[in-house]
C-alpha cells in the first residue's frame, strides 16, 4: 500500500516503478484470470487474497503509515518511510520561523514520534535523502533512533535526494527491494 504526499504527482506509478526497478516478483492477485491458472472460485479468491502487505508512506503518507502501522501491527508485514516528520508541530517552525511560538494551535499533530514508539515487530526501512528541502533530516534520523522493532529497522540515505526526487536516486529500488527480500520475502 503506497501513501503519498500532497504534492506528489499521481502519474507516477511506485507500484510499476518498484516491480520493475526492484526486481522483486509481482504477486498481485489476479484471482484465477490472466496468468492464473484453473477456475474462479470463492476458495481460489479466499487464497489469492492472502498476500503480504508492506506499507509505504512519503512525507505526509509516511506519517499516515506508521500510524496506520502503530494501529494494526499484526496485519502489516513491513513499514517504508520516506522523508518524513515527526510531528506538525515540530515541524512548523522549520517551515514557517514566525509561527515557532504558536505551534500549540496546530489542530493537525500526526505524532510519528511517539506511534512510531508502539511499532514492536514490523521491520522498517527509512529512505532519507539528505537535501531535503522541506523536511529537515534530522527528523528522519530522530525517527529512525526512537524506533525499536524487534523486527529490525534498516537507514538508506541518498545524499542528492531532494524532498521529491529521492525516489529518482540511484540505488532507491534496489535497496527497497534487497529490505523486502531480507524481511518479507523470507520462504520464497
Same mark, same amino acid.
Given at each position: 500500500m503506497y501513501i503519498y504526499t500532497v504534492s506528489t504527482m499521481i502519474c507516477i506509478s511506485l507500484a510499476l516503478n518498484f %516491480? %520493475?526497478?526492484a526486481n522483486i516478483n509481482d504477486n498481485n492477485t489476479s484471482f484465477s484470470y490472466g496468468r492464473s491458472e484453473g477456475t474462479p472460485s470463492e476458495k481460489g479468491l479466499?487464497?489469492?487474497a492472502q498476500v503480504k502487505l508492506i506499507i509505504y508512506g512519503q512525507s505526509l503518507g509516511g506519517?499516515?503509515?506508521i500510524d496506520l502501522v502503530s494501529k494494526n501491527e499484526e496485519q502489516v508485514d513491513a513499514l517504508i518511510i520516506e522523508n518524513t516528520f515527526l510531528s506538525v508541530p515540530k515541524l512548523v517552525p522549520h517551515l514557517v520561523p514566525q509561527l515557532r511560538y504558536l505551534t500549540f494551535l496546530c489542530i493537525q499533530i500526526w505524532p510519528s514520534d511517539k506511534s512510531i514508539k508502539k511499532i514492536k515487530q514490523t521491520p522498517i526501512l527509512f529512505l532519507s535523502?539528505?537535501?531535503?528541502e522541506i523536511i529537515p533530516q534530522q527528523h528522519m534520523k530522530s525517527l529512525y533512533e526512537l524506533a525499536q522493532p524487534r523486527g529490525g529497522k534498516e537507514w538508506k540515505e541518498f545524499s542528492n535526494g531532494m524532498h521529491n526526487d529521492t525516489i529518482l536516486q540511484p540505488g532507491y529500488f534496489q535497496n527497497i527491494g534487497w529490505f523486502i527480500k531480507r524481511n518479507v520475502c523470507l520462504d520464497e
Open positions: %516491480f %520493475f526497478h479466499r487464497i489469492d506519517a499516515v503509515a535523502g539528505t537535501k531535503d
